[in-house]
């Protein structure tokens, strides 16, 4: 089966650290650029980072530059999301997506939900 | 870096309805444009590639149009299973912005 699984997510104090991973299944996983796209409770969707099909090129929003590291380890066919100086504003449930070959969002995983609180 | 305006950000209408949602790109994106419904409780689904182009199995109801600046999503004939938040997205550079995103209520 086709798949995203996000894992990692979980309470966490302002500052703290949290890493996010997720498992691709079913397709081949080198062969395309990948996302991390979140959403706030109730709120819409905001575009985080991204990452070529090779590691390289990572993006950021600047909401996030300089605290998130993006990166993905082809050989485990996995995504990684490494959050540092977390705050209350990074709560969200934070989603795994697929870059399809026309570069739109074409396959998302469920999410895995990050709260930052004290 | 480029803005995303969705308008409008919420509205109802019954079913049948012609609906229109419209995005705005400041600069422009070409046809860099796609589409996508979130139902409740569910993961978004993409709808609309560059700006017009159907993905496989979604309803014909469903059309997109504009490039350079102006877009718009029409739904021609509004069901009940199209109550949904609908955002545009442009994908052809990082950051890759969503817009505000539209929710669409059945009166």
């Known amino acids: 089966e086709v798949q995203l699984v996000e894992s990692g997510g979980g309470v966490v104090r302002p500052g703290g650290s949290l890493r996010l991973s997720c498992a691709a299944s079913?397709?081949?996983?080198?062969?395309?650029?990948m996302s991390w796209v979140r959403q706030a409770p109730g709120k819409g969707l905001e575009w985080v980072s991204d990452?070529?099909?090779?590691?390289?090129?990572?993006y950021y929003a600047d909401s996030v530059r300089g605290r998130f590291t993006i990166s993905r380890d082809n050989a485990k066919n996995s995504l990684y999301l490494q959050m540092d100086s977390l705050r209350a504003e990074d709560t969200a449930l934070y989603h795994c997506?697929?870059?399809?070959?026309?570069?739109?969002?074409?396959?998302w995983g469920q999410g895995t939900l990050v709260t930052v609180s004290s | 870096d480029i803005q995303m305006t969705q308008s409008p950000s919420s509205l109802s209408a019954s079913v049948g309805d012609r609906v229109t949602i419209t995005c705005r790109a400041s600069?422009?994106?070409?046809?860099?444009l796609a589409w996508y419904q979130q139902k409740p409780g569910k993961v978004p689904k993409l709808l609309i590639s560059?700006?017009?182009t159907l993905q496989s199995g979604v309803p014909s109801r469903f059309s997109g149009s504009g490039s350079g600046t102006d877009f718009t999503l029409t739904i021609s004939s509004l069901q009940p299973e199209d109550v949904a938040t609908y955002y545009c997205?442009?994908?052809?550079?990082?950051?890759?912005?969503f817009g505000q995103g539209t929710k669409v209520q059945i009166k």
């Open positions: 079913g397709f081949s996983f080198n062969d395309y650029d």
């Open positions: 997506v697929r870059e399809g070959k026309m570069l739109t969002f074409d396959l």
């Open positions: 600069p422009g994106i070409a046809s860099f």
């Open positions: 560059a700006a017009s």
């Open positions: 990452i070529n099909w090779n590691g390289g090129s990572p």
């Open positions: 997205q442009k994908y052809n550079s990082a950051p890759r912005t």
